[in-house]
């Protein structure tokens, strides 16, 4: 049951108003398990201290989907020296003070790592990096944050507190900035990469954006180019393959992002959308679609050295743009996977498959796909040793014969023996 409360509250000595405040009480399974020995000691520590403990942001949203979240992140009234306190005299361990500066102590319980920061404001920000106090107000909390169904608070007893509406924009599938969108955005541009993931997560329809929101993207996309690649690349990833990226994408482009997140600024986006429409059901990588949207490897070299991408990503890209017009099915070979594990064969690196595998997804050969994903790569049962015992001793003519029995043993479908190709060797 939903209440409203218009009331002056008294929160550690500050009084402030809930001026919008929801709540409700959860009470799923998905919420239940959660409590872990881990959890229970961690929730019993703030109490005994008298701080208030709360479930934030993404794990909440999830919570509220029906969904059991991978990671959880706590609030808390405690200040970071506090927390510390506390758990150095209930003897539990700390890890990883990276975050303290910015109210976030790790606490290591019953193997489990529990991340809790203290309540904070925003009081300086340059669009990459944040200044901040610590509070006791959750609200103001709530207001620095970036998407409304990323603003709420779960209490440990199943009470949800939303000061923004964030359950009313989950449950229509909206995705809202808190406040200004404007406001939000010259804070940390990233927020503009978050909106398109979360609204690929969220939103049912691929074309329900607020006007306002559009315009306000537009106006700041510049700011992403003082943004680190790294941070660009986390976000760009996750959309891709997200539901609506094809959408996202174009959409993107059309607000003139491109340019300050390291894709081609005349990307091919008719590509990009087909490609999309033949890998979105099978699960593609991330550069599987983003491949499509380039025209040569100067691109993919600049995309690159923008995004710092692995290595993976890159060798990935650049397969892509050079096999996706050469390596098709072969119309003559009744076998039509046949230059596709040929060309496994034939690469002998560990990952060729995989990358044979997203490049028959960018070209929509499903029935291929099936095919190769239950294909294993075979072992050519000739080597060097073999060939000298036949009394082939030189180099060059071992390498010659190897590769002249290759393409027999590719001929008969990988099957033949060792004893029938090397009755290819004359004596």
Same mark, same amino acid.
């Given at each position: 049951?939903?209440?409203?409360?218009?009331?002056?509250?008294?929160?550690?000595?500050?009084?402030?108003?809930?001026?919008?405040?929801?709540?409700?009480?959860?009470?799923?399974?998905?919420?239940?398990?959660?409590?872990?020995?881990?959890?229970?000691?961690?929730?019993?520590?703030?109490?005994?201290?008298?701080?208030?403990?709360?479930?934030?942001?993404?794990?909440?949203?999830?919570?509220?989907?029906?969904?059991?979240?991978?990671?959880?992140?706590?609030?808390?009234?405690?200040?970071?020296?506090?927390?510390?306190?506390?758990?150095?005299?209930?003897?539990?361990?700390?890890?990883?003070?990276?975050?303290?500066?910015?109210?976030?102590?790790?606490?290591?319980?019953?193997?489990?790592?529990?991340?809790?920061?203290?309540?904070?404001?925003?009081?300086? @920000? =340059? *669009?990459?990096?944040? $200044?901040?106090?610590?509070?006791?107000?959750?609200? #103001? /909390?709530?207001?620095?944050?970036?998407? %409304?169904?990323?603003?709420?608070?779960?209490?440990?007893?199943?009470?949800?507190?939303?000061?923004?509406?964030?359950?009313?924009?989950?449950?229509?599938?909206?995705?809202?900035?808190?406040?200004?969108?404007?406001?939000?955005?010259?804070?940390?541009?990233?927020?503009?990469?978050?909106?398109?993931?979360?609204?690929?997560?969220?939103?049912?329809?691929?074309?329900?954006?607020?006007?306002?929101?559009?315009?306000?993207?537009?106006?700041?996309?510049?700011?992403?180019?003082?943004?680190?690649?790294?941070?660009?690349?986390?976000?760009?990833?996750?959309?891709?393959?997200?539901?609506?990226?094809?959408?996202?994408?174009?959409?993107?482009?059309?607000?003139?992002?491109?340019?300050?997140?390291?894709?081609? @600024? =005349? *990307?091919?986006?008719? $590509?990009?959308?087909?490609?999309?429409?033949?890998? #979105? /059901?099978?699960?593609?990588?991330?550069? %599987?679609?983003?491949?499509?949207?380039?025209?040569?490897?100067?691109?993919?070299?600049?995309?690159?050295?923008?995004?710092?991408?692995?290595?993976?990503?890159?060798?990935?890209?650049?397969?892509?743009?050079?096999?996706?017009?050469?390596?098709?099915?072969?119309?003559?070979?009744?076998?039509?996977?046949?230059?596709?594990?040929?060309?496994?064969?034939?690469?002998?690196?560990?990952?060729?498959?995989?990358?044979?595998?997203?490049?028959?997804?960018?070209?929509?050969?499903?029935?291929?796909?099936?095919?190769?994903?239950?294909?294993?790569?075979?072992?050519?049962?000739?080597?060097?040793?073999?060939?000298?015992?036949?009394?082939?001793?030189?180099?060059?003519?071992?390498?010659?014969?190897?590769?002249?029995?290759?393409?027999?043993?590719?001929?008969?479908?990988?099957?033949?023996?060792?004893?029938?190709?090397?009755?290819?060797?004359?004596?």
């Amino acid at each position: 049951m939903w209440s409203r409360l218009l009331n002056p509250c008294v929160t550690g000595g500050a009084r402030f108003y809930w001026r919008s405040l929801f709540t409700m009480r959860l009470k799923t399974s998905e919420f239940r398990s959660l409590f872990t020995d881990g959890m229970n000691t961690l929730a019993e520590v703030f109490e005994k201290h008298q701080h208030e403990l709360r479930i934030a942001g993404g794990a909440v949203r999830d919570l509220l989907s029906g969904k059991r979240p991978e990671d959880v992140d706590f609030a808390t009234t405690a200040t970071p020296d506090e927390m510390k306190h506390m758990f150095q005299t209930a003897g539990i361990r700390m890890i990883n003070n990276k975050g303290e500066k910015h109210g976030t102590i790790t606490a290591r319980l019953h193997n489990e790592n529990f991340e809790v920061t203290t309540l904070r404001v925003d009081v300086q @920000t =340059d *669009g990459r990096h944040a $200044e901040v106090e610590f509070t006791t107000d959750w609200q #103001k /909390d709530a207001e620095r944050r970036d998407l %409304t169904i990323n603003s709420m608070f779960l209490g440990l007893d199943g009470t949800l507190y939303d000061f923004y509406k964030g359950h009313e924009d989950l449950q229509n599938r909206r995705v809202r900035f808190v406040g200004s969108a404007e406001q939000r955005i010259k804070e940390d541009y990233l927020r503009i990469l978050r909106y398109f993931r979360f609204y690929g997560r969220v939103a049912f329809e691929p074309d329900d954006h607020e006007p306002e929101t559009l315009a306000a993207i537009r106006e700041n996309g510049r700011g992403l180019a003082a943004i680190s690649g790294e941070r660009i690349w986390v976000e760009l990833k996750k959309m891709v393959v997200g539901n609506h990226s094809a959408h996202l994408l174009e959409l993107m482009y059309s607000l003139d992002l491109a340019q300050y997140i390291g894709l081609p @600024t =005349d *990307g091919d986006v008719d $590509e990009m959308k087909r490609v999309w429409q033949n890998a #979105k /059901d099978h699960s593609p990588k991330p550069m %599987t679609i983003l491949a499509a949207l380039f025209h040569s490897p100067e691109e993919v070299e600049k995309m690159d050295l923008r995004l710092k991408v692995s290595r993976e990503e890159k060798t990935l890209a650049l397969f892509l743009l050079k096999h996706r017009r050469q390596l098709c099915k072969s119309e003559e070979e009744t076998d039509s996977l046949k230059p596709f594990t040929d060309f496994i064969i034939d690469s002998r690196e560990l990952d060729s498959q995989s990358k044979v595998m997203e490049l028959l997804k960018y070209q929509g050969e499903e029935k291929l796909f099936s095919e190769l994903s239950q294909w294993s790569i075979p072992r050519f049962p000739i080597s060097g040793h073999d060939l000298r015992r036949m009394g082939v001793t030189s180099g060059k003519e071992i390498g010659a014969t190897l590769q002249k029995l290759r393409d027999i043993w590719k001929k008969s479908r990988y099957q033949m023996d060792k004893d029938e190709l090397l009755s290819y060797i004359k004596p």
